[in-house]
């Protein structure tokens, strides 16, 4: 069973800063990985795909890199704004398509 | 990205009722969605794969005939949650799988609280 973890959970930043936001999984045998944000109380958006022959994706701000061998993604979110702060999902899709999920990071950059 | 839309929002219901959600894809055609439930402070859980056409497959421990799925069309899929309990109180969310250019990115519907007293 894939297990994802991330790493830190919780973290807490004035606005303006460069953030890294870490996620392990155990399995390697992914098909892809995606990162979320999720907003209290609502459903996830997509923030990020990651093909598993892939090594980053860029969107705006935001870079996700992805180690599949060792079982790594890291996302990296440029010059953060209290627009940021949400809980942030790294989720493997194994071969079925279906998305492992960990806990999250919750962000909160301050004013 | 494309949109995915959960119907209602939010329910609240009695004990031993049956309440149903429907997820549905609204610019796109989703051979696969997903169930997911979600507690809370906890990660999301997937429940079943819900596959167009034919039967759902459903996660260790999920209850078949408790939680009935039905994806009758491409761009719609139910979960009825049978006979709820107050232990079925969850945030309940979909997603849909978007097949467009072989990437199959999944996208989130704004999910359904559902209360049950």
């Known amino acids: 069973k894939q297990e994802v973890t991330q790493i830190p959970a919780a973290l807490s930043v004035p606005e303006g800063e460069n953030l890294v936001l870490n996620c392990s999984f155990t399995d390697s045998a992914i098909y892809n990985l995606q990162w979320f944000r999720q907003d209290p109380g609502k459903g996830l958006t997509s923030l990020l795909l990651i093909q598993s022959s892939q090594r980053e994706q860029t969107s705006g701000r935001l870079n996700a890199s992805l180690d599949k061998s060792s079982g790594r993604s890291t996302l990296y979110i440029a010059a953060s704004q209290p627009g940021d702060s949400a809980t942030y999902l790294c989720?493997?899709?194994?071969?079925?398509?279906?998305?492992?999920f960990g806990k999250g990071t919750s962000l909160l950059v301050t004013p | 990205g494309a949109v995915v839309s959960q119907h209602p929002s939010r329910v609240i219901c009695k004990s031993g009722t049956s309440v149903k959600i429907e997820c549905r894809s609204l610019d796109f055609q989703a051979t696969t969605m997903f169930w997911y439930r979600q507690f809370p402070k906890k990660s999301l859980m997937l429940m079943a794969t819900s596959n167009e056409g034919s039967k759902a497959t459903y996660e260790q421990g999920v209850e078949k005939d408790k939680f009935l799925i039905n994806h009758a069309s491409l761009t719609l899929s139910t979960l009825t949650v049978t006979s709820a309990h107050p232990e079925d109180s969850s945030f309940y969310i979909c997603?849909?799988?978007?097949?467009?250019?072989?990437?199959?990115?999944?996208?989130f519907g704004p999910g359904t609280r559902l209360t049950v007293t």
């Open positions: 989720a493997p899709a194994n071969s079925g398509y279906a998305l492992n």
């Open positions: 997603s849909a799988r978007d097949t467009a250019g072989g990437f199959h990115e999944q996208y």
